[in-house]
């Protein structure tokens, strides 16, 4: 279902005004972007949830220069749990690799005893994905007492997008679901490279054998549109948490927006928040 959300030019977003901009509640909320404040909507939740957070910031710094002349290079704010396991990184200042050639702005992994100098797994959001998707997965990954073990099976994941009437594909209806509008997909299916995983499969597969299998889920409006957003779960990502984004991704209740994507503004509805 489409329609304008915005038919009077007096209420275009774009349109310069005075104040604050109204806000409005918008859906479906896989086409209603980050807000423009994706770090803000996760730090909050984790905050919320008691995690600390530490900013790491590196630079360079010439023989007797002063100490605030010094060249700030890369930074990056990393959030902790209290118990150690889990942790979230906003990368997106830290010159992040890119997914579906949008830049990776959160970072999130878990392992699964303090000890442990590596992350069991790993999974990342790119820019554009709304921020309540990401705050339900932190939440869910939170409450897990065991967030490195997989103890439910992968058709979890399709059984509840597909309670919220998103559309399992014919040809591979176990791994692959969409929107009905096409303009979002799940899928369960080879990881791309350089996702980080302790999976032996992913640390010491060739280049011409077929990798580890994780969920990926990304936006589009059309073949060769470009992605409005993308998100890629390592193979260890227990399917549980999987399931959890999964749920709020396709959820049908409305997000809150002040600032509407400009690609998928005539594709959304919406009402004033007041």
Same mark, same amino acid.
């Given at each position: 279902?489409?329609?304008?959300?915005?038919?009077?030019?007096?209420?275009?977003?774009?349109?310069?005004?005075?104040?604050?901009?109204?806000?409005?509640?918008?859906?479906?909320?896989?086409?209603?972007?980050?807000?423009?404040?994706?770090?803000?909507?996760?730090?909050?939740?984790?905050?919320?949830?008691?995690?600390?957070?530490?900013?790491?910031?590196?630079?360079?710094?010439?023989?007797?220069?002063?100490?605030?002349?010094?060249?700030?290079?890369?930074?990056?704010?990393?959030? @902790?749990?209290?118990?150690?396991?889990?942790?979230?990184?906003?990368?997106?200042?830290?010159?992040?690799? /890119?997914?579906?050639?949008?830049?990776?702005?959160?970072? @999130?992994?878990?392992?699964?005893?303090?000890?442990?100098?590596?992350?069991?797994?790993?999974?990342?959001?790119?820019?554009? @994905? &709304?921020?309540?998707?990401?705050?339900?997965?932190?939440?869910?990954?939170? =409450?897990?007492?065991?967030?490195? $073990?997989?103890?439910?099976?992968?058709?979890?994941?399709?059984?509840?997008?597909?309670?919220?009437?998103?559309?399992?594909?014919?040809?591979?209806?176990?791994?692959?679901?969409?929107?009905?509008?096409?303009?979002?997909?799940?899928?369960?299916?080879?990881?791309?490279?350089?996702?980080?995983? $302790?999976?032996?499969?992913?640390?010491?597969?060739?280049?011409?054998?077929?990798?580890?299998?994780?969920?990926?889920?990304?936006?589009?409006?059309?073949? /060769?549109?470009?992605?409005?957003?993308?998100?890629?779960?390592?193979?260890?990502?227990? /399917?549980?948490?999987?399931?959890?984004?999964?749920?709020?991704?396709?959820? $049908? =209740?409305?997000?809150?927006?002040?600032?509407?994507?400009?690609?998928?503004?005539?594709?959304?509805?919406?009402? &004033?928040?007041?």
């Amino acid at each position: 279902m489409e329609a304008l959300l915005y038919p009077d030019p007096l209420l275009d977003p774009s349109t310069p005004k005075r104040g604050a901009l109204p806000a409005y509640w918008v859906g479906p909320r896989h086409l209603a972007g980050d807000d423009g404040r994706l770090y803000d909507a996760v730090a909050d939740t984790l905050a919320g949830l008691g995690w600390t957070s530490l900013v790491i910031v590196r630079g360079r710094q010439e023989p007797n220069e002063a100490p605030e002349d010094r060249q700030v290079v890369r930074s990056t704010v990393l959030h @902790i749990s209290p118990d150690t396991l889990r942790w979230a990184q906003w990368v997106l200042p830290d010159e992040p690799f /890119h997914l579906g050639e949008l830049p990776i702005a959160w970072q @999130i992994s878990a392992r699964g005893c303090p000890d442990s100098p590596l992350a069991s797994w790993s999974a990342y959001f790119t820019t554009g @994905i &709304p921020g309540e998707v990401l705050s339900d997965f932190l939440l869910a990954l939170d =409450a897990d007492e065991q967030p490195t $073990t997989a103890l439910m099976v992968p058709e979890l994941v399709m059984d509840v997008v597909a309670e919220h009437g998103w559309l399992r594909d014919a040809d591979q209806p176990d791994s692959v679901a969409m929107h009905p509008t096409f303009t979002s997909r799940l899928s369960f299916g080879e990881v791309p490279p350089l996702i980080q995983d $302790t999976d032996p499969r992913a640390l010491s597969v060739k280049a011409e054998e077929p990798g580890a299998t994780g969920w990926q889920a990304w936006a589009e409006l059309g073949v /060769h549109a470009g992605y409005l957003w993308a998100a890629s779960f390592s193979a260890s990502v227990p /399917h549980s948490l999987a399931a959890a984004f999964a749920s709020s991704l396709s959820s $049908t =209740a409305p997000v809150l927006r002040r600032v509407l994507p400009e690609s998928t503004r005539d594709r959304l509805l919406g009402a &004033p928040a007041s």
